[in-house]
């Protein structure tokens, strides 16, 4: 067990850079021993408050001493790693010493389990006091819920905190239960179900909330996470939903192998997915279905989306509805907030679009401008499909007059 607080908050920052939970930073660069800027470690991370600035938060773990013994933490029980443990004082003091500084502009506190939830949750609780109350620290401060623990501590500590979060980890409770043997999602949502029903019955804007998904670990698919997420948006549960490329840390022959790498790309698509479903009215149902349960890689979900609907396209530009307009592949809410008001004036050509600054390079095969289709390609799945991901395509793949007249024709 580590007693220098340096060596201290080296071991804790370090072990809480598996949590993405709070739009972690990460981002490599050269950085050289001895040089400043380095940004990959750990210590450092980047979030956005309610009112969308990014702040500088100050990552750590409380202790990364568990009792737990999830097959996917390098914290779990089982594993011979140095450990160590902040007193609350110590990590109020390294707090307010970092934002005195200038380094940070809050915290973002999370912790293994020591001896027992409610004793861990009783240490943060304490450190968040000293904050608040000693040093009247008014700066931002996440915290993550542990499982399990009493609902008198949770509604203390969802008082004196900005977000809260409580990780799921796994999307189903076959792998939590064959992973994650002391969890169940039941268990992990709870403390975030009863800090929403607190803030309803007090009539009180509720507290943010999120929870971190792992993506890769375990056999389920896109459709399985997706549905999850919009449950728990739908069930106004949470403001986030965070997804976790898997990072290999422990040999275990229920996990991917040690040498696997993180499925970033899935990870990214997925984001993509659930944008979709918070800001483009996009249900999960339509995103990924029993046919393609799977995001494709090659392709934004979106794209995917318009590929496996062909039935709505071409879209003309001029009549479709705000609504039809956000659905075209690479057309934002922006670009649709262009045409609507530009259109009041005059129908728009293909040109017109270019002098509003919104990218065809996607929609073209998409979309028709006042009847004209620009993008000939044959309009089926797979040859719009292949134009998408190779762009070099267009010039092999040549439509016939047919094609172009029996699209048009169906305006
Ligand atoms: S409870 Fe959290 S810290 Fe403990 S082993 Fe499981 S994932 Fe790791």
Redesign the pocket.
């Known amino acids: 067990m580590k007693n220098d607080i340096y060596e201290k908050m080296e071991i804790l920052s370090n072990s809480a850079k598996y949590d993405v939970s709070c739009s972690s930073s990460g981002v490599e660069t050269n950085y050289k021993k001895g040089e400043l800027g380095a940004t990959h470690t750990s210590g450092i991370c980047h979030s956005f408050t309610p009112d969308g600035r990014c702040v500088s938060l100050l990552k750590v773990l409380l202790t990364n001493i568990?009792i737990?013994?999830?097959a996917y933490?390098i914290?779990?029980?089982s594993n011979d790693i140095p450990r160590a443990v902040f007193t609350p004082r110590e990590l109020a003091d390294i707090t307010i010493n970092f934002y005195k500084r200038n380094y940070i502009e809050g915290l973002f506190l999370s912790s293994?389990?020591v001896k027992t939830e409610d004793h861990t949750m009783t240490l943060i609780l304490k450190a968040l006091k000293i904050l608040r109350y000693e040093y009247k620290f008014n700066g931002y401060i996440h915290v993550k819920l542990i499982p399990a623990s009493s609902m008198e501590l949770v509604e203390q500590i969802v008082k004196l905190a900005n977000r809260v979060s409580s990780n799921i980890?796994l999307p189903s409770d076959k792998s939590l239960k064959l992973l994650?043997p002391?969890?169940t999602k039941e268990k992990v949502l709870q403390p975030l179900k009863f800090a929403r029903d607190l803030s309803l019955e007090k009539n009180q804007k509720p507290i943010g909330m999120s929870t971190q998904l792992i993506v890769g670990a375990t056999p389920e698919s896109d459709r399985d996470i997706l549905k999850l997420s919009s449950a728990l948006y739908d069930k106004a549960l949470l403001k986030r939903v965070y997804y976790s490329a898997y990072i290999p840390v422990n040999d275990d022959r229920n996990l991917p192998s040690i040498v696997s790498k993180p499925p970033m790309l899935r990870e990214h698509r997925l984001y993509q997915a659930d944008w979709l479903l918070r800001f483009y009215d996009f249900s999960w149902e339509e995103i990924v279905t029993d046919e393609f349960p799977n995001l494709d890689e090659d392709l934004d979900p979106k794209a995917f989306w318009a590929i496996n609907n062909l039935k709505y396209f071409p879209m003309e530009i001029n009549t479709a509805s705000k609504e039809e307009l956000l659905r075209i592949p690479g057309i934002g809410a922006r670009g649709v907030f262009k045409i609507l008001k530009a259109r009041r004036f005059k129908r728009l050509t293909f040109d017109d679009l270019k002098k509003l600054k919104i990218s065809i390079k996607k929609a073209k095969y998409f979309i028709t401008c006042d009847k004209e289709f620009q993008k000939q390609v044959p309009f089926y799945r797979e040859n719009i499909r292949t134009a998408l991901i190779k762009p070099e395509v267009k010039k092999i793949i040549q439509p016939s007059l047919f094609d172009i007249s029996s699209i048009t024709g169906e305006l």
Request: glycine letters at 8%; one cysteine or more; proline letters at 0%.
């Open positions: 568990c737990y013994d999830c933490c914290n779990r029980i293994g389990i980890e994650a002391n969890k």
